[in-house]
C-alpha cells in the first residue's frame, strides 16, 4: 500500500525558531512536493522535488527552503519561524516516469502553529 | 498560466440528496489532466479520479460521477444519494506541462467543504 508519512501531525513554535517538517514515502517516487493549505485559499505549492538534491520552487517559496538528500525523504524548512506560517502542511510524492498523468499520493498533513 | 475555479465554498445537504460540485479550469495547453481529491476531517487528500484532455467521455463509479465538457472547461462532480461519510472538502486539480522543469505542478482549486446532514 502507497504510504507517505510526516513526522508531526501537531507542531508548535515560537518565532523565530528554525523549523523542520519531514516527509517519508516508500514508494520509491522521483517527485516529491510540498504545500501549504490555508483556509478560502486552497493548496499552494512552496517546493518541489523531481530527484535527489534537486529542487524547485513553487508558488510561495519565500521563508522556507527544502532538503532532499536521499529519495524517500524530503524535508521542509523554516529558517525563522514566523506567525504567518501558521498554516497545515502537505508532502506529497509522485512517480517521475509519466508527467502530468500520475495522481500525487499526499501525507496526512502537519498543523504547524508559530506563536 | 493555468486557474482552477471552484465557485462553491460550502454546500449543505440533507443525506440522501444528490449534490453537484462545480469545477470550471482555464489553460492554454491542449494536453493537460484533471483530478478531483477529497479531504476528509483527518485531513489526508485521497485521490479520487483523474481524466486526461482528449477523453471526453463521462465517469461514473457507484455513487460518484463526472461529467467533463471540454466546451465550457467545466469538470464537475456528482454525488448521488449523498451520506454523511460524503462530508469533506472536495478539490478540483489541473496538471499541464510546466516549462523548464521535469516535473508538473498540480494547480488546485480552493476547495468546496460539503457537509451532509443526517
Known amino acids: 500500500d502507497v504510504k507517505v508519512t510526516q513526522s508531526s501531525r501537531y507542531l508548535v513554535k515560537r518565532t523565530g525558531e528554525k523549523v523542520f517538517l519531514e516527509c517519508v514515502q516508500d514508494m520509491d517516487h522521483e517527485n516529491m512536493f510540498w504545500y501549504r493549505q490555508d483556509p478560502g485559499l486552497g493548496l499552494r505549492l512552496i517546493y518541489f522535488?523531481?530527484?535527489?538534491?534537486?529542487?524547485e520552487k513553487g508558488d510561495i517559496p519565500e521563508g522556507y527552503s527544502v532538503s532532499r538528500e536521499k529519495k524517500e525523504r524530503f524535508s521542509l524548512i523554516l529558517e525563522s519561524a514566523s506567525t504567518n506560517q501558521t498554516s497545515m502542511y502537505l508532502c506529497a510524492s509522485r512517480p517521475g516516469t509519466s508527467g502530468p498523468y500520475n495522481e500525487q499520493f499526499f501525507g496526512p498533513g502537519t498543523r504547524l502553529t508559530v506563536l | 498560466a493555468q486557474k482552477v475555479t471552484q465557485a462553491q465554498t460550502e454546500i449543505s445537504v440533507v443525506e440522501k440528496e444528490d449534490v453537484t460540485l462545480d469545477c470550471v479550469y482555464e489553460?492554454?495547453?491542449?494536453?493537460?489532466?484533471l483530478f478531483w481529491y477529497k479531504q476528509p476531517p483527518s485531513g489526508e487528500l485521497v485521490f479520487l479520479i483523474r481524466r486526461n484532455s482528449f477523453d471526453e467521455q463521462n465517469e461514473i463509479s457507484g455513487r460518484y460521477s463526472w461529467n467533463f465538457q471540454k466546451s465550457t472547461s467545466s469538470f464537475n462532480f456528482t454525488i448521488t444519494a449523498s451520506q454523511v461519510v460524503d462530508s469533506a472538502v472536495y478539490f478540483c486539480a489541473l496538471s499541464a506541462p510546466y516549462s523548464g522543469a521535469g516535473s508538473y505542478q498540480l494547480t488546485f482549486g480552493k476547495g468546496t467543504k460539503l457537509s451532509v446532514i443526517p
Open positions: 489553460t492554454r495547453d491542449t494536453t493537460y489532466y
Open positions: 522535488s523531481y530527484d535527489v538534491k534537486m529542487k
